[in-house]
């Protein structure tokens, strides 16, 4: 029946029944079976939950207050700024290397023709 | 106070507005851990890192492009997955459903939830990848079935759909060992 696959999907998927649905559930054999099933398993889902350990946030937060990490991070500290920045250094560094060399070969091969 | 507004007065320079931020998602992290089948020390080794990772961070996350939820759960998605390889590596976690907490006041009841527990771990384990991922963060309150769609990388109709199917092959394993 349409109604039932209707409400099983909303079942299966963890969605709240509206009113109808849930009138339905009361009298069909089915979803009544379906939905006992679902519950059971959300019953032991909990079971498999983990709770909060006390005093986790503090650990997290004295943690963050060591030295290294004492600041919180700002823009110019994102990735993509860090690589920015090493990409243009290196660049520099690159233009700089070719001047150096041309700089120091030039005059020596002009040197060498001269008499 | 949303997500955004702690995020800019941390990157200001207020780290106990960091702070609640960790209290707003240390519960679903945990959640979200516990059904990954890490319990005790790893999964507050995870979820430490996870909020550190985050913390460290907080400049390049952009609102702009998704929830800080979303944001916060890829990164622990991805320490669960490098975590799980490596004990996998080095030999499988022991079964610890023991050491979860125990709704049930009942010892009767109690037993019998654990038992049930223990097989929905093995059946969960039996999931395919796909399925066991969206449905454990399915299972996290604070994530819409959009955002999951954004962690997983999938549309939303697909989420919708390896929920369904994780639910009703859960609920098929759980069956037949009950009979």
Known sequence: ?115 | MDDEFLIQQTLAGNQQAFRLVVLRYQRPLFRFLGLLGFRGARAEDVAQETFLRAFKALGSFEPARGAFSTWLFTIARRLAITEWQRSRREGPAPVSVEEAPSPAPDPAQRALLAERARRLERALAGLPAQLRSTFFFSQIDELSLEEVAEIEGCAVGTVKSRIFRAREQLRLALAEEDT
């Open chain 1, 1 to 115: 029946m349409k109604v039932c696959s209707q409400v099983q999907e909303r079942i299966a998927l963890g969605e709240p029944l509206p009113d109808a649905e849930r009138l339905h559930v009361s009298s069909c054999e089915q979803c009544s079976l379906v939905a006992e099933a679902q519950s059971q398993l959300d019953a032991s889902l909990e079971y498999l939950v983990e709770p909060v350990p006390e005093g986790f946030a503090d650990r997290v937060m004295s943690r963050i207050a060591q030295p290294e990490l004492a600041h919180a991070p700002r823009w110019f500290e994102a990735r993509w700024v860090e690589l920015a920045l090493a990409n243009v250094a290196l660049v520099c560094a690159l233009v700089n290397a070719v001047r150096f060399v041309a700089g120091v070969l030039i005059p020596t091969v002009s040197l060498g023709v001269t008499p």
